[in-house]
């Protein structure tokens, strides 16, 4: 009788290869919420207050659940787990494919225990990235009327598309979809070609985001530094760049390109220029500083397991939050300087539409991108009858928030004297090095996408090698192999190419094209043809939108 009190399933081996958040599935209306698969107290290897590691065989249920899904028909209950199997109520720990097991308060609430409140606040804090900071360099290139413009359509266009990508599911007939994520959608229609299209356009979105933390963090990097060298020294140095006067100098560096493009500073007055000169020698922001981060975060990158990086998330929040303080006291500091010109331009104003309007389209097709993790986030909701309502709404607070900064940005910075043209890909090196503001700003950021980092690292292993190995962790070789080829990119870029508004309008309107446009319209025009209800305005309206999606890629090359 003893064996009677396991679990019928018990999972063996180890598998991290679905980085989402499994979602345990059950009848509604069975009162005990029987589950097929929980983590045992058995298998939790340690505790503490905040979490509770678990062994890595009971991590293999986060594939198991997929696979036993389909064995048989959502009607058939022969592979749900008897009442006499499960633990008691207390006793049940739900799997997190970081290794560790929550405990299950309650099942009364259907899918999760998130509020609506909560689930906003996760999309958008997922949804807030790097990309904030190159929207006043976009509606510089799409002209000011023409971006606001931009940034409206654009949120209005991802959202619907990202509300196809979860009613993807339940369009499928027959079938538990339950624990499907959106490439497993993509397989079941468009097959292996799908699912390796999705993986491909997937790792382009992660390896386009390591890239550009890597160009950021060198830039953060290289300029606190710079800031603490000179603060420490007591050294007095003036930017070889144009710039306005005063206490809020704001500067052109893109002016200074006719100058050797090392730090763009020269001694003004100091105790020690040998000491200053051979500072300046090894802290390069291009041909040393790139290579200081390998240190640090090549081996963070070979950690089985970025749990430890996990409890920063909060880190994104804080970050984002004080971007808009810096941008509200900036504004009200600098004021406004505005002149309405809507096809000429002059010395310090763009015109209001501009033909560059696609590298802001390219920007903010990353900048709204969530659709390959919208399933996961939304399945924690308490209430998925809101699923649609809160998802509008996080992405009307993500648009505000991107209006907001990119909006005040551009109509603060101070033409005349200095052109709008000077607005830089990243706006923070607008700000000298020695503004503390700035300073502080860098800081929080540069900590934050240090710790983001190894976690990013982790998803792309996780997705590659498992497809490729069956594991996401074959051998220390394996992943170090990988890690280098990442971090080599990231390196390279930082040293030829530190564009971050070029990389991210490159790599989003490359994933987007997949992601955003061109599969959930697919899908939908397939499930609708399949179910005999596909009308003729839907066919137009959603081929347009593939057309969109392609446009906006090819554009990115030509401009």
């Not at 904030?132 to 000011?144: H, N, T």
Request: proline fraction near 6%; include cysteine; glycine fraction near 6%.
């Amino acid at each position: 009788m003893e064996e009677d009190t396991k679990p019928l399933l018990v999972p063996v081996g180890g598998d991290e290869s679905n980085y989402g958040i499994m979602s345990i599935q059950f009848n509604p209306e069975d009162f005990k919420c029987k589950r097929p698969f929980h983590v045992e107290p058995t298998n939790i290897v340690s505790v503490n207050d905040d979490m509770q590691r678990v062994t890595d065989e009971a991590s293999a249920m986060n594939k198991r659940i997929h696979y036993y899904s389909r064995l048989t028909s959502p009607a058939d209950r022969a592979l749900i787990a008897p009442d006499h199997v499960l633990p008691a109520p207390d006793e049940i720990y739900v799997y997190s494919p970081l290794g560790t097991a929550f405990k299950v308060d309650s099942c009364t609430d259907g899918y999760g225990k998130n509020s609506s409140i909560v689930t906003i606040f996760m999309i958008w804090n997922t949804m807030m990235g790097t990309s904030i900071l190159s929207i006043p360099w976009g509606i510089k290139q799409a002209g000011f009327t023409s971006g606001i413009i931009l940034i409206l359509l654009m949120g209005i266009l991802t959202l619907y598309c990202c509300y196809r990508v979860v009613k993807s599911r339940k369009m499928i007939p027959l079938l538990d979809t339950s624990n499907w994520e959106f490439p497993d959608v993509c397989k079941y229609y468009f097959g292996s070609f799908g699912q390796w299209s999705s993986l491909l356009f997937s790792m382009v979105s992660l390896v386009g985001a390591m890239v550009v933390y890597w160009v950021l963090m060198s830039n953060f990097l290289f300029n606190t530094g710079k800031f603490i060298y000179n603060f420490v020294h007591d050294v007095n140095v003036t930017d070889i760049v144009p710039g306005t006067n005063g206490s809020n100098k704001v500067i052109c560096p893109s002016a200074a390109s006719s100058h050797p493009p090392q730090n763009r500073s020269v001694m003004f007055s100091s105790g020690n220029d040998t000491g200053f000169e051979l500072f300046e020698k090894w802290w390069n922001k291009s041909q040393t500083v790139p290579f200081y981060l390998v240190a640090i975060l090549l081996p963070l990158l070979n950690l089985k397991s970025p749990s430890f990086f996990a409890k920063f998330n909060v880190l994104g929040t804080v970050s984002v939050v004080y971007l808009v303080l810096l941008v509200t006291v900036k504004a009200a500091r600098l004021g406004i300087h505005l002149e309405y010109n809507w096809f000429t331009e002059n010395d310090f104003f763009v015109p209001e539409f501009r033909i560059q309007f696609p590298q802001l389209t390219g920007v903010l097709t990353l900048a709204f991108f969530i659709h390959n993790c919208v399933i996961t986030l939304l399945q924690n909701n308490r209430n998925q009858e809101n699923n649609v309502r809160d998802l509008s709404i996080a992405y009307f607070l993500v648009g505000l928030t991107y209006l907001y900064v990119g909006v005040i940005i551009f109509a603060s910075f101070p033409s005349p004297p200095l052109s709008k043209e000077c607005i830089e890909q990243n706006f923070l090196d607008n700000f000298p090095s020695d503004d503390i503001m700035s300073f502080v700003a860098r800081i929080f950021l540069l900590f934050q996408m240090m710790t983001v980092y190894p976690l990013l690292g982790y998803l792309a292993r996780v997705q590659l090698l498992r497809q490729f190995f069956g594991n996401a962790y074959p051998s220390i070789f394996h992943v170090l192999i990988l890690n280098i080829a990442i971090v080599g990119a990231g390196v390279a870029m930082a040293i030829f190419y530190p564009n971050i508004g070029g990389i991210i309008r490159y790599s989003g309107a490359t994933c987007g094209l997949a992601f955003v446009f061109v599969y959930p319209s697919l899908i939908y025009l397939i499930s609708q043809h399949h179910a005999g209800r596909l009308t003729g305005p839907a066919l137009i309206i959603h081929i347009f939108i593939i057309l969109l999606g392609l446009a906006n890629l090819i554009a990115q090359f030509l401009l």
